[in-house]
C-alpha cells in the first residue's frame, strides 16, 4: 500500500505529518496541493482548503497531522511507537505536540514573512512551484504567491505578531533553540535514540519554516547546529544519528526526565501557559454564550472558520491578542487523557513533573465541552 500525502514541501503541519511516514518507513509519495485533483476531488470531500491529507490506494482520507500519526499508531502499524508508554514520557509527548504545533506559531511566521530581502526570492518560487497548476506561466505564479502572501502575512498579526512583540518573539526564540541544542548534546531525540510525538509536534514549525526557509536556516545552522541536524534527522527513514555513536533506538531508561529538559518544558511554562489560560477562559465564556449550541457542529458560520474569536494575555511584558482556534483545546485535551486514563502512582509522578517545572495547570485548564473531530472538522461534543 503506498500512500499519498497531498501538502507542499513548505507547510506547517505537512511537515509532521511527512517526518512521521518517513520514520515509519510507511511507503508514501509527496503530492503537491497545487494539482487539479486536490482541488476538484480531495478538498470537497474534507470540506475546506487544509492540508495535509493523506490518501489511502482504496481513496480513505485522513486530514489532519495528529489524526494521521494517531491512525497508524492505533493500527500497530509503526515501527517506532510514536506515543511513549511510561507516565512521564507520555506526557511530555503530548506537551509537545501541543506546543510544537501551536506555540511557535509566532516565531515560525515572523521569520518567513518578515525578512523579505533574504527570503522573499525563495518563499515566492517555493510556494508557487507547489501551488500554481503544472506549467504555468510566471505571471500566474506571481499571482498565486501574492494572493497567499497577502492572507498569511494577515493570519500572522492575527497570531500576535507586531512590531511592538517583534523583539520579544526573537528573544523567547533564541531562548527556545538555546534551551533545545542543550537538551541536544545527549541525545539525538526528544525522548532518548528515538523519534516520538514530541518530535513530530516539534518539527511542524522547526522544518518548513525555521529550518528552511533562508533566513531562519541560517540562524538555526548558526546559532543551533544540533537543531538544525535533528531537522535533517526527522527528515530521514533511518536513525541518522552517526554523531552520537548510533545509541539504542531506545527511550531514556526507567521514564527518566533530564535537566535539559524539564528546562525546555519551563521555558513551555513560561512562554505558552499564559496563551492557553486565555484561550481556554475564552473558549468557555464562548460556549457559555452559546447553550443551544448542537452537539456535533463547530458553532461557526462557514465550514472553513478556523477561529472563535481574540483573546488577550501578557506574555513577556507585553499584552499580546491573539486568534482562538478551537484546534488547540484537541491537542491540550491529549495531554489530559494522558493523566486522566492513567492509575495514582503514574498521575502522581505525571503531576510532579508538572509541578517542578510550572505546568501543572495544565492539568485543570479544560473546556465545558469536548472538542472532537469528526468527518475532517473540529465540532464540540455533548453538552455535560
Ligand atoms: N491542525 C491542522 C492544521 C492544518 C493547517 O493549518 N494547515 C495549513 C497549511 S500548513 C492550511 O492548510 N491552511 C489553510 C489555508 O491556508 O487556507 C492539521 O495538522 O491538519
Redo the contacts with the bound molecule.
Keep these: 500500500m503506498t500512500y499519498r500525502l497531498w501538502g507542499t514541501p513548505n507547510?506547517?503541519?505537512?511537515g509532521?505529518?511527512r517526518s512521521y511516514l518517513i520514520k515509519q518507513g510507511i511507503p508514501f509519495v509527496n503530492c503537491a496541493a497545487g494539482e487539479a485533483r486536490f482541488r476538484e476531488e480531495i478538498v470537497p470531500k474534507i470540506s475546506r482548503?487544509?492540508?495535509?491529507v493523506l490518501e489511502s490506494e482504496s481513496g480513505a482520507l485522513i486530514?489532519?497531522?495528529?489524526d494521521i500519526i494517531a491512525h497508524f499508531e492505533a493500527s500497530g502499524a509503526s515501527r517506532h511507537p510514536a506515543y511513549p508508554q511510561t507516565p512521564r514520557h507520555a506526557l511530555i509527548g503530548q506537551i509537545f505536540e501541543l506546543f510544537g504545533?501551536e506555540g511557535l506559531l509566532r516565531p515560525a511566521m515572523h521569520f518567513r514573512w518578515n525578512f523579505d530581502e533574504v527570503n522573499r526570492p525563495f518563499i515566492s518560487a517555493d510556494f508557487s512551484a507547489s501551488l500554481a497548476p503544472t506549467g504555468a506561466p510566471q505571471d500566474m505564479r506571481d499571482a498565486i504567491f501574492d494572493m497567499a502572501s497577502k492572507?498569511?502575512r494577515k493570519a500572522m498579526a492575527s497570531f500576535g505578531v507586531s512590531a511592538e512583540t517583534i523583539p520579544a518573539i526573537e528573544a523567547s526564540y533564541a531562548e527556545f533553540l538555546d534551551l533545545f541544542e542543550a537538551h541536544l548534546v545527549h541525545s539525538p531525540f526528544v525522548l532518548g535514540g528515538r523519534p516520538t510525538i514530541a518530535d513530530y509536534g516539534l518539527i511542524a514549525p522547526l522544518y518548513a519554516h525555521l529550518g528552511r526557509d533562508p533566513y531562519p536556516a541560517r540562524l538555526m545552522q548558526t546559532r543551533a547546529h544540533r537543531v538544525w541536524r535533528w531537522t535533517e534527522r526527522m527528515n530521514r527513514a533511518d536513525q541518522d544519528a552517526g554523531e552520537y555513536g548510533a545509541p539504542a533506538e531506545t527511550l531514556f531508561p526507567d521514564d527518566h526526565v533530564p535537566e535539559t529538559l524539564k528546562a525546555l518544558l519551563r521555558f513551555v511554562a513560561e512562554d505558552y501557559l499564559p496563551e492557553i489560560h486565555a484561550f481556554v477562559a475564552f473558549t468557555n465564556a464562548w460556549l457559555a454564550q452559546r447553550p443551544e449550541l448542537r452537539a456535533g457542529t463547530s458553532g461557526l458560520d462557514r465550514v472553513?472558520d478556523r477561529f472563535i474569536g481574540e483573546a488577550a494575555f501578557d506574555w513577556r511584558g507585553h499584552t499580546v491578542k491573539a486568534v482562538v482556534a478551537p484546534?488547540r483545546i484537541y491537542l491540550l485535551q491529549k495531554i489530559q487523557d494522558v493523566f486522566d486514563g492513567a492509575v495514582a502512582g503514574p498521575q502522581s509522578d505525571m503531576a510532579s513533573l508538572l509541578e517542578e517545572t510550572g505546568l501543572k495547570d495544565l492539568l485543570g485548564l479544560r473546556t465545558s465541552r469536548r472538542l472532537l473531530r469528526q468527518n475532517h472538522l473540529e465540532v464540540w461534543g455533548e453538552k455535560p
Design positions: 507547510s506547517l503541519y505537512t509532521k505529518a482548503w487544509i492540508i495535509p486530514q489532519d497531522g495528529a504545533g492572507r498569511i472553513q484546534y
